[in-house]
Each structure stands twice: as structure tokens, then as C-alpha cells.
């Protein structure tokens, strides 16, 4: 009877000595991740399946390895720590997330990671592709999750909004349980970003809000600076211009390490002063900007926005010029939906310019590139200028038929305020051809869109009536 309280004692002994092996590995794993997320978590990339990968190498490494790469974290040093690693998978993508060239690679880690950096750079196309290729089959779920939340950020470029909500709604959750926290503060940041766009502006602000505390706790300036530019943007809608001003202050100080992004918070601060009617400022400011910025987008962006100023300056040949560059550039760069709204606006501009052949031209090359691009771009907006410059040409039936295609898709959508003004349009157009029971018709079909919702457009088309 002895022996049995050795044997307990023993049992005692290795069960403490595995959990005290057991929690010094996981000790040293939080430790490595914070160093790793530290020289990661402000790179314009970053990828916690990557981050799992390369402290799975450091743990498994030799003392004198582990050691000298460690060192480097410590000193906040990318290069020295990672040009320790020799796995060639890992060094790869680490060189993608350095910015610099990399070899292709059949590794599924490195293709998300490729798509990841496409999206990022705003080459839509080239990521869609990517992801095309990748096979679900020898997938970890991590890597499942993160190629559905890739594929929402697509779903966004393309204007499917619904899906992308239901798919970062999902991966937001696996996020959160896996404590994959960066990729739950971008999941955020993008659900906050539909929102906006959809008009939910209080939801849009809480995920907004969400998504800047979480950066903040991984000490992601890059990404608390993004959260908070962009709440000053969902500020500017809502006519809410003294708070506007403070997130893009914070936004300033966050980015002051990262030029390009300092550019883009810019461009934002700009659209505010367009949105708050001081054209002068805009004008102004988005001269200097022009001047001064480094990244291509950032410029076709200051042209549109400058095309945009001409235009409610009635300046229409200053507004026809900057129009057609800022258009040309983003088709180059493959921006598809920046690329629609320049272009749009160029053809608005030649339209208010008396240009009615050319804007003609442009609308109907747009209507052909939409069939061949998938973007996040309301066409019917394209058919209902179309409809206006065949409506001057005195045009009529061609442009009833134009009126009714953009009332169609603007039905599609459920965008009230567009079928407003498309009725508004086709009875105009009915009452030049003497129709006027259906003209009344349409103005009331027009009216009942936008009642309780747009009084001045409520008021305007009423006017129509006398």
C-alpha cells in the first residue's frame, strides 16, 4: 500500500511538469506574436495565418536563430529578423509584405497574400483572378475563412453588397473566436464601410469605431488612422462638419509615418470642403495636394475631385479637362468604379458645355464597358444623362426608351430618388409630345418616390406640374 502515494506523487509530479512545458510554449508564443505583430501590423499587408507560420518557425529553430531573430523584433528590425528565415514560403511572402519582388508560388498562404496585396493596391482584377485559382480542397479552415473574406472585398468592388455583408458577417465571427484580431478590425472597418455606403450611418459608425479600438490595441497606427479618416468622411455626409475635422486631425497624426496614406486622409479632408459648398478651399487645397502627392491614384483622385469643382463652378471646359485625365488614369489603373465616375462626370460636363455629340459618345461607351467590367457603379445614372441629351436633341421616343431603361434598373435597385427623376424625365418628355394625362401621371409616380423622404427634389418636380 506504500507504493501508491509515490505513484500519485509521480503522476502529480508529470502532470505539473507538462502543463508547466505546456504554458512556457504558450507563454513564449504570445510573446513572439506581440514581436511579430509590432514589425507587421503597420506594413500596408498583414496576415495572422503568416504571422502563426513564422512563429511556428522561430519555436522550432535553433537557440543561436532564435535568438538573433528575437534580438531584431526587439529592436523593431523587419529586415534583420526575417532574413533569418530560410524557409522559402515564409521569406517570400514576408518579401510581398516588404513591398519588394517576389517569385510566384503554388503555396495557398502565398496566393492569399498575392490577392490580399492586389486588393490592397486596388487592382480588383488581378486579385478576382488569383483567388479563381485557388482550390478549397487542401484548405485549413483558417485559410477557408480567409479566402471567403477575400472574396467579400471583391463582392464590394462589384457592387454585391449583400453578399459581401453576409460574408464578412461570417468570417467575422470565425475571426473573433480564432482571436485573429487584425483580420476582426479590417472586418470591421470593410462592414463599416458598406454601411456608409448603404446610407446606415449609425451602424456604419459603430463598426467604424469598433474597428479603430481594436487597432489601437494592436498599436496599428496604419489602421487606426484608415478607421478614423473614414469617420470623418461618414461626419461630412451627415453635415456633421466640426466632428469631420477632429478624426482627420487624429487621422494625420496616426498616419505621419505612412506619406501615402497621409495623401489619401487629404483627399478626404478635400471632399469635405466640396461637401460643405467651400469650393474656394477645395479648389485650393486640392491644387496643393496635386502638386505635392507621390501616388498615382492619389492624383487621378485630386483631377476627379477638381473636375467636380469646375462643374459647380459652371466651369465646363476646366471641368471637361480634368474629367478626361482623372478618367484615363483610373482606367490604366484598372479602377473600374473610379473610372465609371470620372467618366460620368466628363460626359456631364460636355453635356452643360452644349457638347451633346460627344457626351453622347462617352455614355455610350460607357454602356459597353459596363457589360464588360463588374464594378460598384450605378449605370441607370449613365442611361438618364443619356436620356437628357437625346431629350435637347429633341430625340423624344429615343429618349423615352433611354428614361425607361434607367427607370428599370433604378427599380432593380430600389433607388427612390432616381425613379423620382427618371418619371420626372419621361414626363417631361410626354408632355413635349402633347401627352399631357400621362405626363400628369408620371409626375405623380414621381412625387409618391420621394414624399416624407427629399422634400426640395419633392418640391421641384411638383413645380413641373405648373
Do not use: W
Request: glycine letters at 4%.
Amino acid at each position: 500500500m506504500e507504493i501508491l502515494p509515490i505513484i500519485f506523487l509521480s503522476v502529480v509530479f508529470i502532470l505539473t511538469f507538462l502543463v508547466v512545458v505546456h504554458s512556457t510554449k504558450k507563454i513564449r508564443s504570445i510573446f513572439l506574436k506581440k514581436l511579430i505583430n509590432k514589425s507587421l501590423c503597420n506594413k500596408p499587408i498583414y496576415c495572422s495565418l503568416l504571422v502563426d507560420n513564422i512563429c511556428l518557425y522561430i519555436l522550432k529553430s535553433n537557440k543561436k536563430r532564435k535568438n538573433k531573430i528575437i534580438n531584431a523584433l526587439i529592436k523593431n528590425d523587419f529586415t534583420s529578423a526575417f532574413e533569418q528565415i530560410s524557409d522559402k514560403k515564409i521569406s517570400n511572402s514576408l518579401r510581398l509584405i516588404d513591398g519588394k519582388k517576389v517569385e510566384e508560388s503554388n503555396d495557398i498562404l502565398h496566393y492569399l497574400l498575392r490577392a490580399k496585396y492586389y486588393l490592397k493596391t486596388n487592382n480588383q482584377d488581378k486579385a478576382g483572378k488569383i483567388l479563381q485559382k485557388i482550390s478549397g480542397k487542401k484548405m485549413s479552415p483558417a485559410q477557408k475563412m480567409y479566402l471567403r473574406y477575400l472574396l467579400a472585398q471583391v463582392a464590394v468592388f462589384e457592387g454585391d453588397m449583400l453578399t459581401a455583408t453576409e460574408d464578412l458577417s461570417t468570417v467575422l465571427r470565425f475571426f473573433k473566436k480564432k482571436k485573429m484580431y487584425f483580420e476582426e478590425a479590417e472586418a470591421y472597418f470593410l462592414l463599416g464601410t458598406i454601411y456608409r455606403v448603404s446610407g446606415l450611418y449609425d451602424t456604419s459608425e459603430f463598426m467604424l469605431r469598433t474597428s479603430c479600438e481594436i487597432y489601437s490595441q494592436l498599436s496599428s497606427a496604419r489602421g487606426e488612422a484608415e478607421s478614423l479618416g473614414t469617420l470623418g468622411l461618414l461626419m461630412s455626409v451627415q453635415k456633421r462638419f466640426d466632428e469631420a475635422k477632429d478624426y482627420y486631425a487624429k487621422a494625420l497624426e496616426k498616419a505621419k509615418n505612412h506619406k501615402n496614406l497621409q495623401e489619401f486622409i487629404m483627399l478626404q479632408q478635400i471632399m469635405t470642403e466640396f461637401l460643405k459648398g467651400d469650393l474656394k478651399t477645395a479648389n485650393k487645397e486640392a491644387n496643393t495636394l496635386l502638386k505635392k502627392a507621390k501616388n498615382n491614384m492619389v492624383k487621378a483622385s485630386v483631377n476627379d475631385i477638381l473636375s467636380r469643382i469646375s462643374l459647380a463652378e459652371k466651369k465646363y471646359s476646366v471641368a471637361v479637362k480634368y474629367a478626361k485625365e482623372s478618367a484615363h488614369k483610373f482606367l490604366i489603373n484598372k479602377n473600374y468604379p473610379a473610372f465609371f465616375e470620372s467618366s460620368y462626370i466628363y460626359a456631364s460636363a460636355l453635356f452643360e458645355n452644349g457638347k451633346l455629340a460627344e457626351s453622347e459618345s462617352v455614355l455610350r461607351d460607357l454602356i459597353e464597358k459596363e457589360k464588360k467590367y463588374s464594378c460598384c457603379y450605378h449605370i441607370a445614372n449613365v442611361y438618364t444623362l443619356l436620356g437628357l441629351v437625346l431629350l435637347k436633341n429633341k430625340q423624344y421616343d429615343r429618349a423615352k426608351a433611354v428614361f425607361n431603361q434607367a427607370l428599370s434598373k433604378e427599380f432593380y435597385n430600389d433607388r427612390k430618388v432616381g425613379i423620382a427623376i427618371d418619371y420626372a424625365n419621361l414626363a417631361i418628355v410626354e408632355k413635349n409630345q402633347g401627352n399631357t394625362e400621362e405626363a400628369f401621371n408620371n409626375i405623380q409616380k414621381a412625387l409618391a418616390q420621394v414624399k416624407d423622404i427629399d422634400d426640395e427634389l419633392y418640391n421641384k418636380i411638383k413645380s413641373l406640374i405648373d
